[in-house]
Each structure stands twice: as structure tokens, then as C-alpha cells.
């Protein structure tokens, strides 16, 4: 009975703390509301927003309600992230690996490349390439192309847009080569189990990959167009680049600083991960006859990836929640379209913090059971 | 291409050495003048071909060098540490070339061209960095608005502040027990009893100052000690409750983690700023600061208490089994024996999170707090000085580094000393 109550009692006394603290918040913002004749509801998500977007992937103007404009955001964020996700994890990867090189210079660099950019704050990062170094590129009329077709400049980074014709037919032949390799790669095993004998994959898989979209573009009627940027008068010194695609200045700090930041915790996953594979596997794989491609791939990576993965993964995910910073710079991501522009017109604090919040614990809790999975599936099943 | 290059290499190893360190020296050489005194002596090359020469040169010297042992020992550990094989050989050159190339336009920017003297912005007559930016807002930089002549407030507060955190050093043997609680319960209270008289003032014949004035440098360790002494406190309980083996404590401990662990201290922030205060009393009034602590301090909260779990896990079951086995409650036995070693495993941890944590508070200048990145919006566009941006921002950007690599190296020594120890 005694051993009961103890149990039961702090439980009990922590609830009770807990709805205390809820009930307490919830009676004041009642309260509070009342007083100045807010009411608490989502029906301002069909209202139009009367705000306008600087950059959008897509279409968006004032007369959308604030629920597009959500969507319109959360997309912004996902593209900065996905940009982001996939510089870091290159520079990641070679920073990583340098910093084992046996080479004094390389290795030394790579270790200072790391501690240079760990170190210094994410925010001061965006806004030294925000305000300071991209602020000293030319402007468009000076602007001098890169690789022939792309402008960098003041007001953004112009590159040609590609005009797709019939290009439904060329996704779908991507698609139909995907999946070919896919059961080329299941058929494979299959006969290596079975007889022993070994398929050239790398190379089916490439021609593939290679010949079914060209076909499409043979037989299937597909035509690819460029659209160039091209310079254009507007006044006496203003010029502007019209066609293509624009990527603002914004964006592009961003992402640099995303990268550049996570890309230092990417290095020391990746370092960590193939420092923790003992020599003697690579040794003990060796000594049963496998190819240096074979330890590779067989023995070394799938050691080396269960150790980097779920870190990996953490950096990811602190890099999407890092990307709200955003809201800093003026570009327009979840956090500076909802939170900022659509509370200030509504004046919905709660629900509008409130979505927000919910949102990025969503794609947190999301990242998170996959990467539960993940180790659940990769484990090593001891017998 | 390494067999090709083995046959042009000559038989006499003296020879490799002379012709190998001869092309080196003077690929090296034509980087250096050009970079340094603009001189080009590859210039007569058409086209490309000077840009790639030093590379190709070195190339070739450094291939020519390359021997398993010569018995010089500055070209063995030359060749041992940056001439393995080819691939290794153009990267060192790369590198190489990118620093000579890199170091003369930085220096002359930062150095050479730069200007510091004066007190207005027609003193930057230079190309260079105008540091007289900073020179004159370096005040403000440090201290935000705070009156000037206040400042001494600031700077007595912290030494005390710091002094007091160093008393735990000379406890006398039979006052050792009290350190924790020291350092747990009494110090946070002192320090910020010293903080709230001594900055803010408004008794003892000091002049009130709202926090709307602080700023600057200052700004960003007041906010990070705070947030790091509530903070820790926290974490433990919420570690302790997520270990718990009661369903109800431990649901609503992971519960709060998560939650704070799944979002952004972005939005942290601004729910401190719009949407708490509409969860206080009606005439209830609390200070920004006062509310943006609080929220970072919840927030680290949840991170600290997964760096402190995971002590908790390291520990062997054998402690528990032994603490309970002397007849141990669970407080006894978590505050005399496993908290003490926990704790101390996760030193390394922690200091980790509190680097993260001042990393973090740059981010408050979201909500309108002037610590040092709003300062330096502020000194940006204030007319008289428009167009230092880049000073600025690598002046803060030096302060920060310098601070943030100081408390990493030092996190990494506690790391390497208690592994030892165990």
C-alpha cells in the first residue's frame, strides 16, 4: 500500500502541475482576448492575404488567402533547406575525408576550414554574405558572365530557364529507366546467389539511365529550349536582367551560410565514421581474396554509413530549423511570411506562433521516426 | 602518368633532387612575385598557358623529388607528409598557390591599406578596411546604449561575477561538501542579485537603466550566463524525469524535450515576444529580456537534459544495484551517488551546449534586443557611417571566433582529461 501511494503520488503532483500551468495560461489568454476583442479561431486562413512575396516557387499574388501563403512559404523553407542539405552533405563529404588525408597541407587545412566556420555565429554568417559580400558584386549592366550564360550580380544570380516540351513524356522515361534498374539490380543478386556469376550493373544501369530519356527526345517528341538572360534598359542607369530564372540575393547568402556552417558538422560525422572502422576489417576482407572496390563497398562503406547516418541526419534537421533565420535577411520563408507579415495583419499571436511551432515539430518528429527506423533496420542483429 | 614520368627521371638521384627542387623553387618563386609584387615573369606565355605554368612547374619538381629515401631529412618529411603520389603533389601545389595568391590582397585590406585614425568617416581615405568604424562605435559594440558613463557598472559586475564563479577553488577541505550546493543554489542567486543592482540599478544610489539600453557584447553574456545557470538546473530534473520509471513524470518529460528539441529558437523567440504576454495576467507586466531568458533558458533547457541523460545511460547498472543494496531512496541515492558521477561525465557535453547556447543569442536581435549583431544593423545604417558593412561584420565575427574557439578548445581538453581518468 505504502509503495502504491509512492508511486502514484509524484505522478499524480506532476500532472496536476502541469494542467495547473496549462489551465493557468489558458484562462489568462482567454482573458486577455476578450479584453481586446480578439477571438480565438483559424477562419482568418481564408481571408486573402494582401501581401506580396518577393520570391516564390509558386504561383502566389496578394489576393491568395493566408493558407496559400503558408504553403508558398513552407515551400521557400523546403527549398532552402533541400539547397542547403545537398551543398553541405558535398562539402561535407570532402572536408571530412581531407581532414584524414595523409597529406600535412590538406589535412591542416580542412581541420582549420572546420574550426574557421564551427565557430562563428550562424546569423553574423548570413549577414556578412548578405550585407557585406555579395553587396560588393557588380551591377547588372556591369555584370560579367560565368560560364558564358549566367550573370552574378547585385540584384541576384541569373541563370537560363529550361522550356520543356512533351515533358511529361521525359519524366516518365526517367521513371521507366529508375525502375528498370531497380529489378536489374534485384535480378542481379538473384543470379550472383544462385550461380555465382557476377553482372557488369554499374555499367547496364548507366546506359540505361543514359539511352531512355535521350530516346525520348528521338521518338518521343521532346524538345528542350533554353531561355537566356538577357539585359534590359529600364531608365538612364537602371538595368535589369529579363528571362531566365533569378535566384535573389537572399536565397543565395542563405544558403552559402547554411552550408558553409553545417558543412563543418557534416566533415566531423563523416570523419568519425570512417575513423571508427578498426583496420582489421579492411585487413580480415583483404585476406579472404575481396578487390579494393569490393572491401569498398562491401565491407568498409556499409560499416562507415551506419556510424554517419544518424548524426548526418541531426544536422540535417538542425540545418532546416536553422534555415528560419531567414527571417533575418528578408526572404520569405515560413517564418517571415506567417510569423512576421501575417501576425502583424491579424493580429493572431497564438495561432499563428502556434502553426508555426507545429510545423517544424512535424518535420522534426518526421526526420526523427524515419531515422528510428532507419537504426532499426541497419542494426546490427546480434545472434 | 606516374610510369611516364619515371622514365624521363634520370638514374642519378643527386640529379632528381637538383632539377626536381630547381622547377619547385621557381614555380614557387613566380607565384610569390606575382602575387606580392606584381611581377609576372611566366607573362610572356600566350594565352592560359601562364596561369597553369607554376602549376605544371611545380608539378614536375615535385615529381622529380619524389624517392623513397635520400637521406636528406627535410625532402624525406617533405615527400612523407605532402608528395605522396601524384594526386597529393597537385593538391599541395593548389593549396599552396591559393594561400601566396589569397594572403597579399587580405593583408593589404586589413593591414596595410586600412585606416584608423580620426573620428569621422572622411578619415577612411584608403582602399582598405576603415577601422576607425569601430574604433569610434567600439563603445557601443560592447556596451549598446548604455550611458557612458555607467559603463564601469558593467565592467564591475562581470569581474564580480566571474570573481565569485573562481570562490569554489579555495574551499577550505571541510566546506568541499557545500561546493555543489554552492554552485547549484546559491551562486546563480548572487550573481544575479549583483547583475539586477549593479546594471539595472535603482537602489543604492544608482541610476535606473532600462534594459532597452543594454546591448553590445555585454548583452550576449549576460543573456548566455543566465540562460546556462537556469538552464542546467532544469535539464537535470527533466533528465532525472525522463530516466524515471513512473509513466506519467517520464511521458510529460520527453514530451517537453521533444517538443523544444523540434523547433526553432527563431520561433521560441517570438512566441516570447508576441504570444506569451498574452498568457500572463492582465496587469501583469515582464520585462523583453526578462521574457527572451526565459525562453531561451526553457529551450536549452531540453538540450541540456538529453546531454545530461545521456551521463545518467553511461553509468553501469552496478551503482544503482549498489546504492539501493546500502538501503538508498531514490533522492539519496541520485544525489550521493549517481548524480556526482553522471555529472561529471558530461562536463565536456555540457560545455558543448553552453558554446551552442552563445552562438545562439546573436538570434534575440530578432526580437529587438541590441546585443552585438543589432548594433552593428544599427551602426550600418546610420547615415554618417554607411557603407561598412564588411568591417563590422568581420569584427564581430573575429570577437565571436575568438571566444567560441577559446571554450571548444577548452571543452575538448575536459573531454580528453576525463577520458583518461576513467
Known amino acids: ?383 | 602518368m606516374n610510369l611516364s614520368l619515371n622514365k624521363i627521371k634520370s638514374q642519378n638521384q643527386m640529379t632528381n633532387i637538383y632539377i626536381g627542387s630547381s622547377l619547385l623553387i621557381l614555380s614557387i618563386l613566380d607565384v610569390f612575385l606575382n602575387s606580392f609584387f606584381r611581377i609576372n615573369i611566366s607573362g610572356s606565355l600566350p594565352g592560359n598557358l601562364s596561369i597553369f605554368f607554376p602549376l605544371i612547374l611545380g608539378f614536375l619538381g615535385l615529381s622529380y623529388l619524389r624517392t623513397e629515401y635520400s637521406g636528406y631529412k627535410f625532402l624525406d618529411s617533405l615527400n612523407k607528409n605532402i608528395n605522396t603520389t601524384n594526386f597529393n603533389a597537385f593538391l599541395t601545389l593548389f593549396i599552396t598557390f591559393a594561400i601566396l595568391k589569397a594572403f597579399p590582397p587580405a593583408l593589404s585590406w586589413m593591414i596595410l591599406d586600412a585606416n584608423i585614425s580620426g573620428d569621422t568617416k572622411e578619415a577612411c581615405t584608403g582602399t582598405g578596411a576603415c577601422w576607425t568604424y569601430i574604433k569610434v562605435w567600439f563603445k557601443r559594440f560592447m556596451y549598446g546604449m548604455y550611458p557612458n558613463e555607467l559603463h564601469w557598472r558593467i565592467n564591475s559586475a562581470f569581474l564580480l561575477v566571474i570573481g565569485l564563479g573562481f570562490v569554489g577553488y579555495f574551499f577550505k577541505e571541510n566546506l568541499k561538501k557545500y561546493l555543489a550546493l554552492y554552485y547549484v543554489a546559491i551562486y546563480p542567486i548572487i550573481a544575479f542579485l549583483i547583475i539586477y543592482y549593479l546594471i539595472s540599478g535603482g537602489a543604492f544610489g544608482l541610476v535606473w537603466v532600462e534594459t532597452g539600453a543594454w546591448g553590445g557584447l555585454s548583452l550576449t553574456f549576460i543573456v548566455s550566463f543566465f540562460c546556462l545557470i537556469f538552464c542546467f538546473p532544469l535539464g537535470m530534473i527533466l533528465a532525472l524525469g525522463r530516466r524515471s520509471n513512473l509513466p506519467a513524470i517520464r511521458y510529460i518529460s520527453v514530451g517537453y524535450i521533444e517538443f523544444w528539441r523540434g523547433v526553432p529558437l527563431i520561433t521560441v523567440l517570438f512566441m516570447s515576444s508576441v504570444m506569451f504576454p498574452m498568457f500572463l495576467p492582465q496587469d501583469f507586466f515582464m520585462d523583453k529580456l526578462v521574457r527572451v531568458i526565459i525562453a531561451i533558458t526553457l529551450f536549452e533547457a531540453a538540450y541540456c537534459a538529453e546531454v545530461i541523460r545521456g551521463g545518467l545511460q553511461a553509468l553501469p547498472r552496478g551503482q544503482y544495484d549498489a546504492a539501493k543494496s546500502l538501503g538508498m531512496g531514490y533522492w539519496k541515492m541520485h544525489i550521493f551517488v549517481i548524480l556526482p558521477q553522471a555529472l561529471k561525465l558530461v562536463i565536456p557535453g555540457i560545455a558543448n551546449t553552453f558554446l551552442a547556447l552563445v552562438k545562439d543569442t546573436p538570434l534575440i536581435f530578432v526580437v529587438g534586443l541590441a546585443e552585438i549583431a543589432g548594433m552593428l544593423a544599427l551602426a550600418k545604417t546610420n547615415p554618417k557611417w554607411l557603407g561598412f558593412a564588411m568591417e563590422g561584420y568581420i569584427f564581430a565575427a573575429i570577437i565571436f571566433w575568438i571566444i567560441c574557439y577559446a571554450m571548444s578548445k577548452y571543452s575538448y581538453n575536459l573531454e580528453e582529461k576525463y577520458k583518461t581518468e576513467r
Open chain 1, 1 to 383: 500500500m505504502n509503495n502504491k501511494i509512492k508511486r502514484i503520488l509524484p505522478q499524480l503532483l506532476t500532472v496536476l502541475f502541469v494542467i495547473f500551468v496549462f489551465g493557468f495560461f489558458t484562462i489568462n489568454a482567454q482573458v486577455n482576448m476578450d479584453n481586446r476583442g480578439i477571438d480565438f479561431g483559424f477562419g482568418f486562413l481564408s481571408q486573402e492575404a494582401s501581401f506580396d512575396m518577393q520570391f516564390t516557387l509558386l504561383d502566389y499574388d496578394g489576393q491568395d488567402s493566408y493558407l496559400w501563403a503558408y504553403v508558398v512559404a513552407l515551400l521557400n523553407t523546403l527549398l532552402v533547406s533541400f539547397l542547403g542539405i545537398i551543398f553541405c552533405t558535398i562539402l561535407g563529404v570532402i572536408i571530412g575525408v581531407a581532414r584524414l588525408s595523409q597529406n600535412f597541407l590538406i589535412k591542416n587545412s580542412a581541420a582549420w576550414y572546420v574550426e574557421f566556420f564551427r565557430n562563428i555565429p550562424l546569423l553574423l554568417q548570413i549577414f556578412f554574405w548578405y550585407y557585406a559580400a555579395l553587396r560588393a558584386l557588380p551591377l547588372p549592366e556591369n555584370a560579367q558572365p560565368w560560364f558564358g550564360v549566367t550573370y552574378m550580380t547585385i540584384k541576384g544570380y541569373y541563370i537560363p530557364s529550361m522550356i520543356w516540351e512533351n515533358l511529361n513524356v521525359f519524366m516518365s522515361c526517367l521513371i521507366a529507366a529508375i525502375v528498370a534498374v531497380i529489378f536489374l539490380r534485384v535480378y542481379a543478386k538473384k543470379i550472383q546467389e544462385r550461380e555465382g556469376k557476377q553482372l557488369p550493373v554499374l555499367y547496364i544501369s548507366l546506359a540505361l539511365i543514359a539511352i531512355l530519356p535521350l530516346l525520348s527526345f528521338l521518338i518521343g517528341g521532346v524538345t528542350l529550349d533554353f531561355e537566356m538572360p538577357v539585359l534590359k534598359q529600364l531608365a538612364q542607369t537602371s538595368f535589369i536582367f529579363e528571362g531566365g530564372i533569378a535566384l535573389p540575393p537572399e536565397l543565395i547568402a542563405l544558403v552559402l551560410a547554411l552550408s558553409l556552417y553545417t558543412s563543418t558538422f557534416v566533415a566531423e560525422c563523416v570523419r568519425a565514421g570512417i575513423q571508427g572502422i578498426s583496420k582489421g576489417q579492411k585487413e580480415a576482407a583483404a585476406s579472404v581474396g575481396l578487390t579494393p572496390n569490393q572491401i569498398l563497398k562491401l565491407v568498409i562503406m556499409p560499416q562507415a554509413l551506419r556510424i554517419i547516418i544518424p548524426p548526418t541526419t541531426n544536422q540535417y534537421l538542425n540545418l532546416t530549423k536553422n534555415s528560419s533565420l531567414a527571417a533575418a535577411i528578408a526572404y520569405p520563408d515560413l517564418v517571415l511570411v506567417f510569423a512576421g507579415t501575417a501576425l502583424m495583419q491579424t493580429g493572431k499571436a497564438i495561432e499563428i506562433v502556434g502553426i508555426t511551432m507545429l510545423t517544424y515539430l512535424s518535420i522534426s518528429l518526421a526526420i526523427a521516426a524515419l531515422m528510428n527506423w532507419y537504426n532499426k533496420r541497419i542494426e546490427i542483429k546480434e545472434k
